[in-house]
């Protein structure tokens, strides 16, 4: 089954491709990672930057935003991006994508003050809501999902990089060529990222003759804006009870109620809900959300508590999280190649999930006498089994679908794994911040609740200006503050364990005919395209 106005045929080129053009098929994977390394480097570095970036533009009562508009607008813009790839086609629509960051890059560069940089930031984030979604839904065009695992340690490797490299290249960056550095760094990587798509990659073109959604797509921003806003917001600027926030409850609901009651009668939705009746689909979509969940609020807490209580320095704060990002990197790896060469994949969300939730106990464990090395272990078995997960998710979203709905099924489990890191970042938070209170004021008295009642999270400055006894209560503090969140974090991880447990293994794509016929798998793209049908195909060029 083929969109209409598609070029037919498209699904036989695509599954033909990586075994015809192996080498051209590595270009375009290059500048694909090229991509996704932007999206995911980008607020790492800028975070670097910021203590600078203030005191040149001032606006510090601003500062929030900053971070604020990029994540918004990456947020809200992911599934409309999705949707328009799969109207317009992908190559097109991707290359604007990385055109629309690079533009937000160099006007953050020059920007004046701090509401320019503010505005600017919003176009950067509108245009890496389209480079993720972009990067999953080409990879899924053009490799087949049976050996699409093949390319999984290079997406986790970038992951890696991206977290561990962020911190240290936005400090040296800012330190010798100036903040605004930390955003033209984004444009000739981005630059030879087009040119290689442009030279490299041909995708079939589509004529969609549907409009554009607009409704859908309205109801859609409005509602994960407020889903963000109240994540971001309650418990800083606003308290969980205010007027604010449940005004902002209130309108994240309504509109995605109407958003869901739009979509059954759009001609062209923005989310086609069809792909939630696969019930693959729908337990990746929980099993992503989890992930995102646990992941951010690992790597928020982490860095902390090892400065806090381990004493370690956080000017190489990427590399603290090394153990849990070499042991995804090594899993991941391991479980695309095993994927590949078995076509099995349910045992690793099931081993992931499990993992990932005894990993979070783990951590639950640690107090102020715990060493370096007994931490490294416990991150390493939370990294091992979000190895399991960051893109087994991806790739049995995409095989449950058909080919025309590859786009908006990349872009559904990415939004998802977003709104997990929200939810993650925000619940966490709170529980951190109200156990870190509470105990530095039953330790050290009036003393512990002045020291934070304006966050529970101190630098390294303001901490070692604390005397002995409230350093003490501080790092106490924080041991019992990630003990609630990690334990936390292991309780929901258990809820994608049992999503995972019931994954059917359907066959992938690529690993011959599907016998499925209950609508867990990809409909009616599993099975080959004849041969005799006559179609141009996804190809890339023999030549760079």
Known sequence: MTEAGAEPGAEQGAAEVEGKQPRSVRVVLLALMIAMLLAMLDNMIVGTAMPTIVGELGGLEHLSWVVTAYTLATAASTPIWGKLGDMYGRKGVFMTSIVLFLIGSAL???????????????????????????????????????????????????????????????????????????????????????????AVLHLPRKRAQARIDYLGAGLLTVGITSIVLVTTWGGSEYSWGSAMIMELIGIGVAALVGFVFWQTRAAAPVVPLHIFRSRNFSLMSVVGFITGFVMFGAVLFLPLYQQSVQGASATNSGLLLLPMLGAMLVTSMVAGRVTTNTGHY????????????????????????????????????????????????????????????????????????????????????????????????????????????????????????????????????????????????????????????????????GAGPSTDASGDGAPSDSAPAPKSAPAPKATVTETV
Request: net charge positive; hydrophobic share 50%; charged share 10%.
């Open 108 to 198: 953050s560069g020059m920007a004046q003050d701090m509401g320019q940089l503010i505005g600017f930031r919003a176009i950067q984030g509108l245009g890496a809501g389209g480079l993720m979604v972009g990067v999953m839904a080409i990879i899924g065009d053009l490799i087949p999902p049976r050996e699409r695992g093949k390319y999984q340690g290079m997406m986790a490797g970038v992951m890696a990089l991206a977290m561990i490299g962020g911190p240290l290249v936005g400090g040296t960056i800012t330190d010798h060529w100036g903040w605004r550095w930390s955003f033209y760094i984004n444009l000739p990587l981005g630059v030879v990222a087009l040119i290689a798509i442009s």
């Open 346 to 509: 349910k045992v690793f969300p099931i081993v992931g999930s499990a993992l990932m939730a005894v990993g979070l106990y783990l951590l639950s464990l640690m107090d102020t006498d715990t060493s370096r090395l007994t931490s490294g272990v416990y991150m390493a078995v939370l990294g091992a089994g979000m190895g399991c997960l960051m893109q087994i998710t991806m790739l049995v979203s995409q095989n449950s679908v058909e080919m025309k709905d590859m786009g908006v099924a990349s872009s559904t489990t990415t939004l998802f794994r977003t709104l997990g890191s929200s939810f993650g970042v925000a619940i966490m938070g709170a529980l951190f911040n109200n156990r870190v209170q509470g105990v530095m004021a039953e330790r050290a008295g009036a003393l512990g609740s002045k020291v934070t009642e304006q966050s529970a999270q101190l630098d390294a400055a303001s901490l070692a200006k604390l005397p002995a006894a409230a350093r003490e209560a501080y790092q106490h503090a924080v041991s019992a503050g990630t003990h609630s969140a990690f334990l936390l974090g292991a309780v929901v991880a258990v809820v994608a364990l049992v999503a995972a447990v019931f994954v059917k293994e359907v066959p992938l794509r």
